[in-house]
């Protein structure tokens, strides 16, 4: 594997209960990389990072540059309201040293009043920072973020992609991320993946989200596309 | 060494053990599963009644093959888990009324607590002490599988390794406390303290710490109560448990 490369991925195909879900998908990870994914629900881009690590079986080939560190945000995490967990009790789940567990709160703008808090008790964006917080523990090269469907909070002065771009500046991150929001994919990313089950479009974001391929992605709903200036 | 403090002593561990469980259990949502094998337990207890040995080492295998049953018939099946477990333990009932010797059934079914003997309890207290170590050692992965599969097995952890070590956990916990609650009453053992504490705690330390003096405080209450009353101890460490766990209801935050 070539040294820039971090992500591989040739003809990936996963089903599902005898559906398919992904149906051959090629491309690659370099690092420094911003890919954002997107597509209709049920498109299979959570499938795609479930299965990018190593949680769903799958045929074709994925290979990771090796030794490499993979952060995992999910899209949400439901039981967790069942559970008395502070910010900190599920943090440490992932055994940080003290210091780290600081370090990383402190990087997602954490004060410290909200450590003590119950995870239940946390509001959506809160919550949404507490995830990135979890996929920063032992300091990964490259973070899978699935976007909650529901969208994420505006709050505070910083949105969570200020948040996700700083963070990939100063930890030198290579990002893939799921989004719903086409706004994000123009600001944040270098590359686009249009996925529908199938790979629809690949590439600039400029260049390929174009009103007839997010036609063919969506179908005819959608509105919100950029216009050229 | 007087029965009331050997009963004591098997009394307390078991109901703190169990309420520690207890506490994982309710938080995968799975507290009532204890039930489902305690009842599943009763033809073992018939059988060692019966045959006059140890209503513990009756009941083991028999939870053991409950876990087996309900876990081969989910993947065959694909019917939920509950649904299965009451498919199993009623079926486990209706065997043991077969044969169990009704002179005894009380024994059975709300636990007799009093006659246990010195070999009985060291045995007790060891099993428990060594469960009671497992899970603490186990706690934070488990909790990490509690509020996410997906999330544990990204960080590489064996899923399936640990879901069998917890259960082995659980069939230890309702075989012994079969002995001191009795089969029908079992689950209330391990699923109170954790309800009673998870209504008043806000970070794992409370949840965790609060379910075990609530189990043992219970247990050793329920014993003594019965050793002036007359009442069995089973029914009566549980009822001090619903008055806990009516009680933090009142105080919920």
Known sequence: MKDDLVLRVKE???????????????????????????GPNGAGKTVL????????????????????????????????????????????????????LEET????????????????????????????????????QVLLFDEPTTGIDIEGEETVYRLLERLKESRELTVL???????????F????????????????PQEVLTPKNLEKLYGEEVKYYRHKH | MSSLLLSLTVGTFVGGVAAYLGTLMLSRKMALVAGPLGHLTLPGIALALVYGFDISLGAFPFVILGI??????????????????????????????????????EAALVGDISTVSLLDSI???????????????????????????????????NVKKYNFLYLLLIAIVVALGVKVVGSLLTAALVAIPACSTRN??????????????????????????????????????????????????????
């Open chain 2, 200 to 253: 008043l705690s806000r970070n794992m330390i409370q949840y965790v710490f609060g379910a075990i003096v609530f189990g043992v405080v219970s247990s050793f209450s329920g014993i003594l109560l019965s050793e002036f009353s007359g009442f069995p101890a089973g029914p009566l460490i549980i009822l001090v448990n619903a008055v806990i766990f009516l009680t933090s209801t009142t105080l919920k935050r």
């Open chain 1, 177 to 187: 991320l799921v989004t719903h929001d086409l706004s994000v994919v123009y600001t």
């Open chain 1, 105 to 140: 709160l402190n990087s997602v703008g954490f004060k410290q009043n909200l450590l003590d808090k119950k995870t239940g008790d946390l509001s959506s964006g809160q919550f949404q920072r507490l995830l990135i917080a979890w996929s920063l523990i032992k300091d990964p």
């Open chain 2, 68 to 105: 087996v049953l309900i876990w081969l018939f989910e993947l065959k099946t694909k019917l939920p888990m509950e649904a299965l477990t009451a498919v199993i333990f009623a079926s486990g009932v209706a065997i043991a009324f077969l044969f169990l010797p009704i002179g005894q059934a």
């Open chain 1, 189 to 204: 990313s270098n590359n686009v993946i249009c996925l529908n089950r199938q790979p629809v479009c690949q590439g600039l």
């Open chain 2, 123 to 157: 045995i007790s207290v060891v099993l428990m002490a060594l469960v009671f170590l497992t899970i603490m050692k186990i706690y934070p992965t488990m909790t990490l599988v509690n509020v996410s599969e997906d999330l544990a097995k990204s960080q590489g952890i």
């Open chain 1, 12 to 38: 990936l195909n996963v089903e599902m209960e005898g559906e398919t879900v992904i149906n051959n998908l090629s491309f690659e990870l370099k690092k420094g990389d911003a890919v954002t994914i997107i």
């Open chain 1, 49 to 100: 990072l479930k299965t990018l690590l190593g949680l769903l079986p799958y045929k074709g080939e994925i290979s990771w540059k090796e030794n490499i560190r993979i952060g995992y945000v999910p899209q949400r995490l439901p039981f967790i309201k069942d559970i008395p967990l502070s910010v900190k009790d599920f943090l440490r789940l992932k055994k940080p040293s003290e210091k780290e």
